[in-house]
Every structure is written in C-alpha cells, then in structure tokens.
C-alpha cells in the first residue's frame, strides 16, 4: 500500500513538473482539453483545465461571487482591479500551466509562481483605491455558511499592501512570487506560452535568453574589412 502511494505522489509531481496535467482541486479536469463556449478564461479554450460552465460567473462585471466565495464583503471591485482578479482565479482554475507549480503537501494548491514585477505593480496600481479587510484571501476570513466574511474593516489596498511586491506575495499567501526576470515569470496572459517554455527550459541570458524574448541583443562593432584595416593602418602610420 506505502508503493502504490508512493507512486501517486510522484505521479502528481511529475505531472506537475512537465505542466502536462491539472491541479488537483474540486473544479479542475483531470486533464487538460479543448473547452468550448468559454465565456472568461478564454487564453486557455485550447487547452484548459477547466469547464466552460465555471467561466459563466466571471462573464459579467461586477462579479458577485465565484462558487460562495464573496468579491464584494467591501463592495464591488472596480472594473480594473476585477480584470487582475479574472486573471489570476483563470490561471489557477484553467491554465494547463498552473500544476508546473503545484503545491507538494496539497495538489489543489499552488506554490510560488513567478509573476512579472510589471504584473504586479499594474495589479496594485489597479486596486489601490479599491476596498479589502483581509491580507490573504485564502486564509483570512471568517467562513460560514453564507460564505467568508470580513474580521476586520475594510480599508484600501493601499493601505493593505506596501506596493505590488508586497500584493502578489500576500493576497494568495504563497501561491506567487515576484521575478526579476522579463522572461522567466508569467503576466497571465497569451505571451505566457512563451514564458513558460524559457521557465521549463532554463534558457538563461547567457544561451541567448535576450534575444528569445524579443529583446535586441547589444550593438557590436562592425569588423573592418581586410582592405578597409589595411588603409586605416597607413593613416595612423
């Protein structure tokens, strides 16, 4: 019985490894597959995680609540700062990307995705006037049966989170963390097809990671031509 288990968990950590299979949450496919009449989430329709009927409460704005779990204990989210909340709950519950991080003690969790420092300023820059009373909203509230409810009072993300950085490394504990790399962390959108394979390889600046990303490379001086180094050399002469 101890081999068989054994054998479960390297098999959900392979998984994960290779981004080939799906967290392993109540909502999640077991594998991921075309999914059509996504209505949210539609970056990952050719290979997603989830099924098309879980996008349905994030197609309109603003969003409510996603499966008895309340966006609104400190009213409505502004459109914006919604947009980064539909990015992130998308990766989690669609992207066939998201078990590459899964969590080693709970494979419906994750564990430090490395999310673009561009991402996560442009989040907090999006939210910052927007109302929360809890830090991280996986663990903070008081949860009954109406669903989690605030402890504390609502004050403004600003005033909750320092800065971006301090956004994505609080908000989902430590489902995510910040990378100073432009090409090894992810902006949960379609460039992340890109991202992740540099990630999985570990392309690194110095095996042409610059220009992979679609960075030019530094200007190098043109080599004289044998003609051209030869008459150069009688003028300094």
């Known amino acids: ?29 077991s594998a991921p597959s075309p999914e059509e009449g996504m209505t949210a989430c539609t970056v990952y329709s050719k290979a997603s995680c989830c099924h098309a009927n879980f996008t349905e409460q994030l197609a309109e704005s603003p969003v409510i609540a996603v499966e008895n779990y309340y966006w609104n ?50 989040w907090f820059d999006a939210c910052k006037d927007d109302l929360t009373c809890v830090q991280n909203w996986l663990t903070d509230w008081t949860i009954d049966e109406n669903g989690n409810q605030c402890k504390n009072e609502c004050i403004p993300y600003s005033q909750m989170y320092g800065n971006g950085t301090d956004l994505c ?38 095996s042409g990671e610059q220009i992979d990303c679609g960075r030019k490379p530094p200007a190098t001086a043109e080599t004289p031509k044998a003609g051209e180094q030869k008459n150069e050399e009688e003028e300094e002469d």
């Open 1 to 29: 019985m101890q081999a068989l288990v054994t054998l479960g968990v390297l098999a959900v950590l392979t998984l994960g490894a290779c981004g080939q299979g799906c967290l392993q949450g109540a909502l999640h496919k």
């Open 73 to 122: 204990r400190c009213g409505n989210l502004s459109t914006t700062c919604e947009s980064y909340m539909k990015k992130v709950l998308c990766f989690y519950q669609c992207s066939p990307h998201a078990s590459h991080w899964m969590h080693s003690n709970f494979s419906a969790a994750l564990v430090q995705v490395p999310l673009c420092q561009s991402f996560c300023d442009g």
């Open 169 to 206: 490394r609080s908000q989902w504990g430590d489902s995510f963390a910040v990378s100073q790399s432009s090409c090894h962390c992810l902006e949960l959108n379609e460039s992340d097809e890109l991202a992740f394979k540099h990630i999985v390889e570990g392309t690194s600046e110095e």
